[in-house]
């Protein structure tokens, strides 16, 4: 079946660092990926999305790009803040006759100090 | 627009008790479903529904059911709650539009507690 696997956490950083957070998948077909973003407290909104290969979602300074030749899907942001803490959760839908369905992975709590 | 909107938001139930969380959207979406997240687990797909009358099972769909008269309503019971069921509980709602377009919006969440 589907599966989404993001790496380890939580991730801690300063102000202003890089930030990655690893996500592989596996599907069959041509997904469409997402991130999403759950601060604390909150439920889940939508941080930016991808439906097909090589595309590259955005939003708020985070950016990922759909690698079918990977399976990947890594969040990235150059510069970090302090309001960035949270926790982000890739998930993948399959399409086709699964179009309401979201597979997620566990999720990487990212916590950023000043 | 209200959205999804999820209530309660917050219930503490005894061992062996039923409820029902409730789901509305206003949005005319199709699709709809229920996720229940627990500590690094993600969240879990527990019931969908595709469509008015139509619905089936997710991943975790055990000690729960699901139906859908209307569009706008998807409630999800606990027939006999347990412990084991005590967690955040997110209803979400969803589209495809000809050409590829994709939207889910996500409740608030109901946290429920089973003692």
């Known amino acids: 079946g589907d599966s989404v696997t993001q790496m380890e956490g939580p991730v801690t950083l300063s102000e202003e660092a890089f930030l990655t957070i690893n996500c592989t998948y596996t599907?069959?077909?041509?997904?469409?990926l997402f991130w999403y973003v759950q601060y604390p407290g909150e439920g889940l909104q939508l941080l930016l999305k991808?439906?097909?290969?090589?595309d590259k979602g955005s939003n708020k300074g985070f950016e990922a790009t759909y690698r079918k030749e990977t399976t990947s899907f890594h969040l990235e942001k150059g510069s970090v803040q302090v309001s960035d803490s949270a926790v982000y959760f890739c998930?993948?839908?399959?399409?086709?006759?699964?179009?309401?369905?979201?597979?997620f992975g566990q999720g990487t709590i990212l916590t950023v100090h000043p | 627009n209200a959205g999804v909107t999820q209530t309660p938001k917050f219930q503490v139930l005894k061992t062996g008790q039923s409820m029902t969380l409730q789901c509305a959207q206003d949005?005319?979406?199709?699709?709809m479903s229920w996720y229940r997240q627990d500590p690094g687990m993600g969240l879990r797909l527990i019931h969908y529904?595709?469509?008015?009358?139509?619905?089936d099972q997710g991943e975790v769909p055990n000690g729960y059911n699901v139906s859908r008269s209307t569009t706008e309503d998807f409630p999800l019971r606990l027939l006999s709650a347990a412990p084991s069921q005590t967690s955040v509980y997110f209803c979400?709602?969803?589209?495809?539009?000809?050409?590829?377009?994709?939207?889910?919006?996500f409740g608030s969440g109901t946290r429920l507690t089973v003692v």
């Open positions: 949005m005319n979406h199709e699709y």
């Open positions: 998930a993948l839908s399959a399409g086709g006759t699964s179009y309401g369905k979201l597979t």
């Open positions: 599907a069959t077909g041509y997904p469409s």
């Open positions: 979400a709602s969803s589209y495809v539009r000809t050409g590829g377009g994709y939207g889910y919006t």
């Open positions: 991808a439906t097909k290969a090589d």
């Open positions: 529904s595709v469509g008015a009358g139509i619905t």
